[in-house]
């Protein structure tokens, strides 16, 4: 029985470490042409021109999610959250995207406490931030950064998986919350951080 037990607790681990290693495989990254395809979308895409009824409406605030990867716990930048960041930068600095300003979000997986989570989340929003302005001279004004923690999970049916840690940008016509007069009734109200950056109020 010892020894069935031993081989049940040997096998256990195992796969436990078969399991870590799977999960520190890097994900692929996101080249320019395909970033910017997304952030600069045509307007008006004709099924079959002149035809009544084709042409579909313009799409609002392109967006694109990228996996950018962390030190665990930590808002370091690793290798391959880098060379998806100089891949985000070339598309940034791309002459069709050159004047636009851009919000960076920055999302946590369901571990921990939420409050917890946004603040993970803004540490790492503004570590893509800083590496955006500091590495690749993108101008700062036209970037917010703003955590959400996991109040907007990519995939609500595995609210841990890696899918769900991710940064993603969007396209903005603006970089100021809108006035209060201006917001809708039922919005939230956004927290204000020191550096005038958003942050979602945790729920």
Not at 25 to 54: Q, T
Not at 56 to 77: C, H, K, N, T, W
Not at 139 to 159: H, K, M, N, T
């Amino acid at each position: 029985m010892k020894m069935h037990r031993r081989s049940l607790l040997a096998l256990a681990g195992l796969a436990a470490a078969g399991v870590a290693q799977a999960e520190e495989i890097p994900p692929p990254v996101v080249g320019a042409p395909k970033i910017l395809e997304a952030l600069n979308p045509k307007d008006v895409v004709l099924d079959n021109p002149g035809a009544p009824g084709s042409s579909r409406p313009p799409r609002r605030d392109p967006a694109i999610s990228l996996q950018v990867q962390f030190g665990f716990d930590s808002a370091e930048l690793m290798t391959q959250g880098k060379r998806q960041l100089d891949e985000l930068a070339l598309a940034l600095n791309d002459k069709a995207l050159a004047v636009s300003g851009f919000e960076l979000g920055g999302h946590t997986d369901k571990v921990g406490d939420a409050a917890y989570n946004v603040r993970l989340s803004m540490d790492r929003a503004n570590a893509v931030r800083a590496y955006l302005i500091d590495v690749h001279g993108i101008g700062a004004q036209r970037l917010q950064a703003i955590g959400f923690g996991y109040a907007r999970l990519a995939d609500p049916s595995r609210p841990t998986a890696a899918v769900n840690r991710r940064v993603e940008v969007r396209r903005v016509s603006g970089m100021r919350p809108a006035p209060a007069a201006n917001r809708p009734a039922n919005a939230p109200t956004p927290v204000t951080s020191p550096s005038d950056r958003l942050v979602p109020t945790p729920r």
